[in-house]
């Protein structure tokens, strides 16, 4: 079956390959027959992946240890539902669900625009597939989910991590690279309209809704991680800059800008260049990220840990994107010309680039603090590093501005904006912040960054509803029903404009949860039985410590009572839980209790039995649930904007039945909301590793050698000696120490091991020299060569059948051109 | 017409620039934390009085004050070593023996940690973080290594 699995994935590399060269040169010969062959192979590529992924989730599910993949992240004991999400709980696994995406996204979008953008369309399968082929170029070289062990095949699994055992790991991860995965179709075809020259709007048009959907994904998925570090780590905070979650941000920055950027393209044609480098750099982020976190560039506590080799093979993936990328950019600039320029400061259009601007902003800054400790130890050689107070410090005014221009953009009028409308438009929201501003200060708030966010919410609240109530109004003039009718229709005929204003909404509502964060108040104490902790407006009495037992954990309970003020609220129980089978990194059960005021949050720290006195760590979160409704209220919002045009027809026409169909959604994602947020406590941990079983501190280089080095008794299946945990590990290890302990250089103690065993079974690596590095040389050299095998047949195809055609060239090319002003004429009308 | 515009934008363009690189550089020389191995500091103490430090090694000899959060602990790396203060509360892993990073300042009597400024090693949020786990990446403490030579 491992065997069925990488076969799988070389073929889908082949066939990738293929899809790739047919439809360039079927494009370039005009040859139907080859693009669409090209196609064909496209779609296969996505039926392979499916095959390959049913092949590892079956592995899963039937307990194949011999896979080393389903060994490291599951047991017989995991729940079903976890192994299957198993799959995507490492490294190698979330590299095939990425390619498994890609091609299924892949195939869709070339499914849809298949007749619509039929000249973009080679290409797009081009760039999809040449994605494909490095992701799985990595897998196949690098990191194979299906290797197996050559022998001693373990009776059970590993187990995947308690910390990730839970339904927002489940759906957490998929949702970010759904985001992630969704923007390499806009990438695709900004790159098949670079190719082809094609650079009217119509591929715009083409990955609006593309880029909609990925966006709202990763929304989704940077949400989830926070309501995940929220409920699961216990540390008290949603947000911690980790560059983990800022590789998820930084295309999301860049994404939300091309989103309003691209309807000043459609309204004015300007910004057309912007346009297309935005979608580069969205794209350029997400690979960056995920290479940022996986290759061990940026050193953390929390980083993913260092892989040199497939650094190598990102950096030289993300060299040849950008410059093939920007290079196509720059041949195309003479035809990206704007069509207008900016009449005035004071208009939409310049709201919009501020936006951009500020959109950009945040994206660089956060990828230079990310990697700034990598940046400075390489330009000083000093390490530095910054903390979450530099971000907050940076990030606070930029999201206040941003937040400002939510508000502002919408009320400036294209292209300028008469003296006379700005008094008309912004009276009343400035009158609300200023009434919010002044009741705030009077109220005694004296954290500056929260009192202004509540002013600008105002501010934002009231233009939204003013757009709301005029919009109406003026409907209302038409159609003479009553109000509410009136904003229902009114939003069912504009859904982009106002789902757009209902996605503000929710931004605003998250601000305010994020201002919350202003007032929190927090105390770290010990506790012994009876006596009691105020935080804010909360008491919390300590009563007793309970252990309790099931067939997985040990669990040790505090059971509390909360109170506000003097009413009693009930009991709440933090707890720790220890797995059977990691008793060294206890999971942390936060206890919540939550109102959309403030969140009473619990975390027990520490414990003694038999005083029964604990250490707590209390926390009084305010304005923390209006986060999640808002992203609720922001998903809604997005999704009525992504409403198909169609529906806009009958929606305009029934209005009931739209105003249904919106009420559905959002009662389906408010229950899956709440749903997820009412869901028990599965499985949680702190964010921390276990205590390694190293107590003396070994010096670097000893370390480096026990890596390099496997154990020798045969049943280890090759470990290296400082993971393995038998008994001859632990002989050579003190061996290794001998050796290093009388000044062997690693050459030394590498040859020592050779001489001893007589062959380089000891070696975890072959030695890189002579004939062996031949050896290490093999996999890269036959993926250049095959790269380059495609390009130059790509390039004969087409040759050929120009030379063949040089005869009656002459009358097909008038024929085309022809065909090329009939396409335009109907794309216009389109 | 059109030069006096590609002037105007430049200027501004370098005046915004040169504004953000001076607050980005006066609000980093606040920021910033040394990143630092025990022995890297401890050869000369003295240099390091008042700086801002991340400093990485064992803790050893941890001792809590009876019914406090206060810990007194020795963090120590290639011989040499370091006594820290530290008041609230401390990861699950923070044992005798485990690798440490702590964040604080250090003076003339000894470290003093931060509120929040233990960190015991920590796998990602992805990667299950089984000591005995196969593949490539398999070093102890794979993030925090390599910065020390």
């Known amino acids: 079956m491992p065997a069925l699995g990488t076969f799988l994935l070389l073929t889908c590399f082949v066939v990738a390959a293929y899809a790739a060269t047919a439809s360039v040169a079927g494009a370039r010969r005009q040859s139907t027959r080859l693009t669409e062959s090209g196609i064909g192979a496209f779609y296969l590529v996505t039926a392979l992946m499916a095959v390959a992924s049913s092949v590892i989730i079956y592995a899963f599910v039937t307990d194949s240890y011999a896979i080393k993949y389903v060994d490291r992240y599951s047991d017989a004991a995991q729940p079903l539902l976890f192994k299957i999400t198993a799959f995507w709980g490492g490294l190698d696994g979330s590299i095939m669900f990425w390619v498994l995406l890609l091609s299924v996204f892949g195939a869709i979008a070339v499914r849809n625009s298949r007749e619509s953008h039929r000249e973009l369309i080679p290409y797009v399968v081009a760039t999809i597939a040449i994605v494909e082929m490095f992701f799985l170029f990595l897998m196949v070289m690098h990191n194979n989910p299906f290797e197996t062990y050559l022998a001693d095949i373990p009776p059970d699994g590993q187990g995947l991590n308690p910390l990730l055992q839970n339904v927002y790991m489940v759906i957490h991860p998929p949702s970010l690279y759904i985001g992630f995965v969704g923007m390499t179709i806009p990438f695709a075809f900004g790159m098949a309209a670079l190719a082809t020259g ?15 959907v990925s966006w709202l994904f990763l929304s989704l998925g940077l949400t989830l991680g926070m309501i995940w570090a929220y409920e699961e780590l216990g540390w008290g905070g949603y947000w911690g800059w980790d560059p983990v979650e800022n590789a998820g941000l930084l295309p999301w920055f860049t994404a939300t800008a091309f989103l309003h950027s691209v309807m000043v393209q459609e309204r004015r044609g300007m910004l057309r260049v912007w346009n297309m480098t935005l979608v580069i750099l969205t794209f350029f982020l997400t690979i960056f990220g995920t290479f940022m976190t996986r290759s061990g560039v940026v050193q953390s506590v929390h980083a993913f840990g260092e892989d040199k080799e497939l650094g190598l093979m990102f950096t030289v993936f993300m060299a040849l994107l950008l410059v093939v990328s920007f290079g196509l950019l720059l041949y195309r600039l003479p035809l990206l010309r704007a069509r207008h320029e900016l009449d005035s400061w004071v208009s939409r259009e310049a709201a919009f680039l501020a936006n951009n601007w500020i959109l950009l902003f945040s994206a660089v800054f956060v990828l230079f603090a990310t990697m700034f400790p990598t940046l400075s130890e390489s330009l000083t050689g000093e390490r530095l590093t910054v903390g979450p107070p530099f971000f907050n410090k940076w990030m606070l005014p930029i999201g206040l501005a941003l937040l400002l221009l939510t508000g502002v953009g919408p009320l400036l009028a294209w292209r300028k904006s008469t003296v006379e409308n700005l008094w008309q438009q912004f009276l009343w929201p400035t009158v609300a912040a200023l009434v919010t501003g002044v009741t705030v200060v009077a109220l005694g708030v004296r954290v500056w960054s929260s009192g202004t966010c509540f002013a600008m919410s105002a501010f934002v609240t009231t233009t939204l509803f003013q757009e709301f109530v005029r919009g109406a109004r003026v409907r209302q003039q038409y159609s003479g029903s009553d109000l509410l009718t009136s904003a229902v229709g009114l939003v069912a005929r504009n859904q982009r404009r106002y789902g757009g204003y209902i996605v503000h909404l929710g931004i605003v509502l998250m601000a305010l949860g994020f201002a919350g964060e202003g007032f929190k108040q927090e105390e770290q104490l010990l506790l012994k039985p009876g006596e009691t902790v105020t935080v804010g407006p909360f008491t919390v009495r300590h009563d007793a410590i309970t252990i309790t037992q099931d067939a997985q954990k040990q669990m040790v309970t505090a059971r509390m009572t909360a109170f506000q003020g003097s009413r009693e609220l009930g009991t709440i129980t933090p707890a720790k839980w220890f797995y059977n089978k990691r008793t060294d990194e206890p999971t942390t ?47 809604l919002g997005t999704l009525l904007a992504l409403l198909p045009e169609r529906a806009l027809a009958i929606a305009s026409v029934k209005v009931p039945e739209a105003a249904a169909t919106g009420t559905t959604t959002s009662a389906l994602l408010l229950a899956a909301l709440l749903g997820s947020a009412a869901f028990p406590h599965v499985a949680h941990a702190q964010h921390v590793e276990g205590a390694s079983t190293v107590v003396v501190p070994m010096s670097a280089f000893e370390r480096e050698i026990q890596n390099d080095i496997v154990c020798m008794c045969g049943t280890c299946g090759r470990k290296r000696i400082d993971e393995c945990t038998c008994g001859k590990a632990e002989e050579m290890r003190i061996e290794v120490a001998g050796l290093v302990k009388q000044g062997y250089t690693r050459e030394q103690v590498l040859d020592y091991y050779v001489q001893k065993y007589g062959s380089q079974e000891p070696l975890a690596m072959p030695i890189d020299k002579g004939f062996n590095r031949l050896a290490w040389a093999v996999p890269y050299g036959l993926g250049v060569f095959g790269a380059a095998l495609a390009g130059v047949t790509a390039l004969r195809w087409s040759r050929k059948r120009h030379e063949l055609e040089d005869a009656p060239a002459v009358a097909s090319t008038e024929g085309d051109a022809w065909q090329t002003k009939l396409d335009e004429e109907l794309r216009d009308l389109d | ?18 504004a953000f690189s001076a607050m980005l550089y006066s609000s980093l020389n606040e920021e910033t934390q040394y990143y630092k191995h025990v022995d890297e500091v401890m050869t000369q103490p003295g240099e390091w009085y008042g700086k801002r430090l991340q400093l990485h090694g064992h803790a050893s000899d941890i001792r809590r004050k009876a019914d406090s959060l206060d810990y007194r602990f020795e963090v120590a790396h ?30 003339p009597q000894g470290f003093v940690v931060e509120p929040g400024g233990v960190m015991a090693k920590c796998p990602s949020k992805y990667e299950a973080g089984a000591p005995g786990a196969p593949g490539k990446v398999s070093r102890p403490a794979p993030g925090i290594q390599s910065s020390a030579n």
């Open chain 1, 198 to 212: 094609h650079l009217d709007d119509s591929w715009l048009r083409a990955v609006r809704r593309w880029t909609m």
């Open chain 1, 589 to 635: 059960e936060v206890a919540i209790r939550r109102s959309f005021a403030y969140d009473l949050y619990v975390v027990l720290a520490g414990f003694d039995a038999e005083q029964q006195s604990a250490t707590f760590h209390v926390v009084v979160n305010p304005l923390v649930n209006w986060i999640w409704a808002g992203f609720a209220i922001l998903a």
């Open chain 2, 1 to 18: 017409m059109s030069a006096t515009k590609t002037a105007k934008i430049a200027i501004s363009t370098l005046v915004l620039g040169l």
């Open chain 2, 78 to 107: 290639n011989g040499q070593l370091v006594r820290a203060s530290y008041t609230g509360i401390v990861p699950d892993t923070f044992k005798d023996g485990s690798e440490v990073v702590i964040k604080g300042t250090l003076g």
